[in-house]
């Protein structure tokens, strides 16, 4: 059958929302070169076709910061979409309490810990800022 609509690329991405016990949330710098190079996001990426969004999300997190979690322990949190001529995005995010390693910034230019109010000054992509209101209720201390 015919393909009648846009030409854009479609893209599966997944991203995590790691939250420490003093309810802040772990975000990553994007590396100068890169697209969208110097905003802040939750680490994560692209799923691979045939990857589970969970698969994709521990897959991520062992490349990006070299920690270990058990797709068990990701909860969805909220979606978001961002669509232009190329491409149309949707983003799964994922939050977690648990996982094994200290996460250390092999893709990224920084890392930081934010609360929700440093979160909402951060300068991030435009497909993030839709889940910030929706992540707000899983930053608070346990
Ligand atoms: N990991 C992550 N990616 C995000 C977020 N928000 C957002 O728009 N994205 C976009 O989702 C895509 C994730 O792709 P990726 O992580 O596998 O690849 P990448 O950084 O090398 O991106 P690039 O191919 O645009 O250079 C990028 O286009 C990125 O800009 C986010 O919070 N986390």
């Known amino acids: 059958m015919e393909n009648a609509g846009p030409a854009r690329r479609s893209i599966l991405v997944v991203a995590a929302a790691l939250i420490d016990p003093e309810g802040r949330v772990l975000v990553q710098q994007r ?60 983003l799964l995010l994922f939050a977690s309490r648990v996982w094994r390693g200290v996460p250390r910034p092999f893709d990224a230019a920084a890392l930081r810990w934010c609360a929700i109010d440093a979160l909402r000054r951060l300068p991030m992509p435009p497909a993030d800022v839709p889940l910030i209101d929706p992540l707000a209720p899983w930053l608070s201390a346990t």
């Open 31 to 90: 590396a100068p070169g890169k697209s969208l190079a110097g905003l802040w996001e939750f680490p994560g990426g692209k799923a691979e076709p045939g990857e589970s969004p969970e698969e994709a999300l521990v897959r991520e997190l062992d490349e990006e910061l070299g920690i270990a979690i058990d797709a068990a322990a990701l909860s969805p949190v909220a979606f978001s979409t961002a669509t232009d001529d190329a491409l149309s995005l949707v």
